[in-house]
Structures are given as structure tokens and as C-alpha cells.
Antibody, heavy 120, light 107 residues
Framework: EVQLVESGGGLIQPGGSLRLSCAAS????????MSWVRQAPGKGLEWVSV???????NNADSVKGRFTISRDNSKNTLYLQMNSLRAEDTAVYFC??????????????WGQGTLVTVSS | EIVLTQSPGTLSLSPGERATLSCRAS???????LAWYQQKPGQAPRLLIY???SRATGIPDRFSGSGSGTDFTLTISRLEPEDFAVYYC????????FGQGTKVEIK
């Protein structure tokens, strides 16, 4: 059974850093494209970052230069390093498995999400 | 960036009724790279439809997707109690963007 479990969210001051983790089971992270998608409180969904099987990455313009997606193949875990956090980054962050192998894809499995609150 | 506009914002229906949700794109969505998701409060989104009309694994056949170009539709043929939720469309043909959602509520 495919499972994704996020952790690492919390309250952080503007300008601070946080690293989110997503532990996967039931499949191999490095053999799939993997993404982070976020949802601000009461709002819609926004794709954030993707890491491809070869290790290359792509980010939404809203987080370019501040967020870095990575993975640890030995731990079958996905990460999102978030630096220079802003109030507008406040959201539930979901990790998700890409369902296809195109440059952009739909998401066939999602974690339960972890809340990041950026506030002083 | 392709902007997706979903309508209506809220759909009030009774169990057993048919639901028709619309997703309109500001530009043509290449190769019908359009997906639909269902989200219930406090839960992650759940993939329903991809490629505009292909049902995801385990999705009941009362859910169907159609459309191409700039106009797409999600139809729920007969609403079950568990279908009352928010539905999002997503295009993944040119970067990826989501619609703002349609809430299907019990009338």
C-alpha cells in the first residue's frame, strides 16, 4: 500500500527556515517524480516543487531561490527546505507522487499534509 | 500561465441527483492534460480523473470526465452522501495550475 507521511511543520518567524520531510512506503521515491503542493488556509491548491527521477528539480516562481526539494534514497524520503519564509508561505504542505512521466503531471497519491505557519 | 475558472462556486444538490461541474481554461490545455480531485475537510485531495476522462484506480463509475481544449466537465451521475466535498480541476499541460474549486453541498 502506498503511503506518504509528512512531518516538520510548525510555527516559524518571517525570514526563518524550516525543513519538511515526507516518508514514503509501498513504492520507491527515487523511481518516481515527486512533488510538494501547498494549500493556504481556506484557499485552493498551489504546486510548489518537483524532483525528477534523474535528480533535477523545478520550482514555482513564487518559491524560486528560497525553497529546495531533495530526497534521500536510502531513507525513501522526500524533503522540502524552506528558507526566507514569508507570511504568504503559510499553508498546509502536501507531498504527492506524480502520476505520469511528463515534465508536469497529475498527482495520484498524497500525504495527509503538514501545517506551516509563518508569523511573528 | 493558464488560468482555470471553475463554475459554479457552490452547487447545492440532494443525494441521488446529478452534478455537473465546469472547468474553463484561459488557453487550450495541450493533450487534454486535465485532472479532477475531490477534497473533504481536513483531508488531502484524492485523484478522480486524469487525461480529462480516465478514471483513477478505485474511483466509482458514477464519476466521469469529458472535454477538450478549453472546456472540461466533471459529472457525478448520482450523488452519494460521501460525494459532498470540494472539487478541483488541474491542468498539467503547461506548467501546472489548479482551479479555485467547486463546493458540492447538500441541499
Amino acid at each position: 500500500e502506498v503511503q506518504l507521511v509528512e512531518s516538520g511543520g510548525g510555527l516559524i518567524q518571517p525570514g526563518g527556515s524550516l525543513r519538511l520531510s515526507c516518508a514514503a512506503s509501498g513504492f520507491t521515491v527515487s523511481s518516481n517524480y515527486m512533488s510538494w503542493v501547498r494549500q493556504a488556509p481556506g484557499k485552493g491548491l498551489e504546486w510548489v516543487s518537483v524532483i525528477y527521477t534523474g535528480g533535477s528539480t523545478n520550482n514555482a516562481d513564487s518559491v524560486k531561490g528560497r525553497f529546495t526539494i531533495s530526497r534521500d534514497n536510502s531513507k525513501n524520503t522526500l524533503y522540502l527546505q524552506m528558507n526566507s519564509l514569508r507570511a504568504e508561505d503559510t499553508a498546509v504542505y502536501f507531498c504527492a507522487r506524480d502520476g505520469g512521466s511528463s515534465w508536469y503531471n497529475y498527482f495520484d497519491y498524497w500525504g495527509q499534509g503538514t501545517l506551516v505557519t509563518v508569523s511573528s | 500561465e493558464i488560468v482555470l475558472t471553475q463554475s459554479p462556486g457552490t452547487l447545492s444538490l440532494s443525494p441521488g441527483e446529478r452534478a455537473t461541474l465546469s472547468c474553463r481554461a484561459s488557453q487550450s490545455v495541450s493533450s487534454s492534460y486535465l485532472a479532477w480531485y475531490q477534497q473533504k475537510p481536513g483531508q488531502a485531495p484524492r485523484l478522480l480523473i486524469y487525461g480529462a476522462s480516465s478514471r483513477a484506480t478505485g474511483i466509482p463509475d458514477r464519476f466521469s470526465g469529458s472535454g477538450s481544449g478549453t472546456d472540461f466537465t466533471l459529472t457525478i451521475s448520482r450523488l452519494e452522501p460521501e460525494d459532498f466535498a470540494v472539487y478541483y480541476c488541474q491542468q498539467y499541460g503547461s506548467s501546472q495550475t489548479f482551479g479555485q474549486g467547486t463546493k458540492v453541498e447538500i441541499k
